[in-house]
């Protein structure tokens, strides 16, 4: 990982909190904040074009219709990222939910305020990247991890 980076990262479930802070105590990794709570607390709260980056990696897909408003990835979140985005800031997504991940695809080309920079090679990760918890859960379950590595372009903030 980056040292130079201060990642702040969310996590809901206290297992999850737990696991983070065990992992990060391990590997003495410092430059984080973990805010354990919902993602919409904190990210109302920080400010318009200050991060160079957003990564979600593997968040719940909410597979049926009525579930769909609770995911993560949506049209509401994604406004509010490109306010929070630096101009040529990157947002990185990934799922093994190949539904999801398309429909993932439809939401920014409607949004228009950011270019899909690996259009060619969905199946490979970010740069830096280290393989999470539910990417091998994915493979074990013969799912197909896919990233879409996307670009702040210039346009509504």
């Known amino acids: 990982m980056n040292p130079n980076a201060l990642f702040i990262g969310v996590e809901v479930y ?38 160079d980056g957003i990564y979600i990696l593997f968040p719940d ?10 995911r993560i990835f949506n049209k509401e979140r994604l406004k509010v990222s490109q306010d929070k985005l630096k101009d040529n800031g990157n947002l990185v997504f990934a799922s093994n939910i190949e539904n999801y991940f398309y ?3 439809e939401l920014i080309q409607q949004n228009g305020n950011f270019e899909i920079i690996n259009k060619n090679d969905y199946l490979k990760p970010h740069d830096n990247y280290v393989m999470t918890k539910y990417h091998k859960k994915a493979i074990k379950a ?8 996307l670009q702040h372009v ?4």
């Open 103 to 105: 429909e993932a695809i």
């Open 61 to 70: 897909p909410w597979i049926k219709n009525k579930q769909k408003k609770k």
């Open 154 to 157: 210039l346009g509504d903030h």
């Open 142 to 149: 013969n799912r197909t991890p896919k990233f879409m590595i």
């Open 14 to 51: 206290l297992n999850g909190v737990v696991n983070v802070l065990k992992l990060a105590g391990e590997h003495n990794i410092t430059n984080f904040l973990l805010f354990p709570n919902n993602l919409d607390l904190i990210l109302n709260e920080i400010p318009s074009n200050s991060l």
